[in-house]
């Protein structure tokens, strides 16, 4: 009698296992950042790479008519590989470009900047990357285009490339 019942727990578990197995393949998993335009930026704060005394905010996108958040480290391959592309953009004056730094040493983010120059308004610093993620960033380099109202318009994962440059203008002198 008590294998029977044993048995029976067993199979119930067993049963209840493969359920719950089979729903959770059921959830959609893969991550598209299309999900994301149109939402609101959540707020966010950062010490200034400079100085950890100035607080880059939310608050501090203003001012233009659109706005690039954009995630980067020094140690960072395919952020070096994006770099001209955010130059580019800085010199078009359509956008302002606000950098996170992420998980990176401040002498190796400044002597980056130096060298390969700096298309930031303002850089903040995220030394343990809660702030990416609470941007909603899934690596490095990611760069999200915000309008005046600081909606998402368009969501760049990996490295900026040529068409991602020209899809960026576009968005910007449609609107």
């Known amino acids: 009698m008590i294998k029977k019942i044993q048995f029976g727990i067993l199979f119930l578990i067993i049963i209840s296992l493969f359920y719950f197995f089979s729903e959770g393949l ?10 994301n335009i149109g939402q609101k930026l959540s707020n966010f704060s950062a010490p200034s790479i400079f100085n950890n005394e100035i607080m880059i905010t939310q608050d501090s996108l203003k001012n233009k008519k659109f706005y690039m958040i954009n995630i980067w480290a020094s140690w ?93 203008i576009k968005i910007i002198k449609n609107k």
């Open 26 to 35: 059921k959830i959609d998993k893969i991550f598209s950042p299309q999900k």
């Open 76 to 168: 960072c391959a395919p952020c070096r590989e994006e770099h001209p592309y955010l130059m580019q953009l800085s010199e078009e004056n359509l956008l302002k470009i606000v950098g996170i730094n992420y998980k990176d040493k401040k002498n190796y983010a400044i002597t980056f900047l130096k060298k390969f120059g700096n298309p930031y308004s303002e850089i903040g610093s995220d030394k343990n990357g809660a702030i990416s993620i609470d941007l909603g960033a899934r690596g490095i380099p990611e760069s999200i285009l915000l309008d005046d109202q600081k909606n998402i318009v368009a969501q760049f994962i990996g490295p900026l490339k040529k068409n991602d440059y020209k899809k960026i």
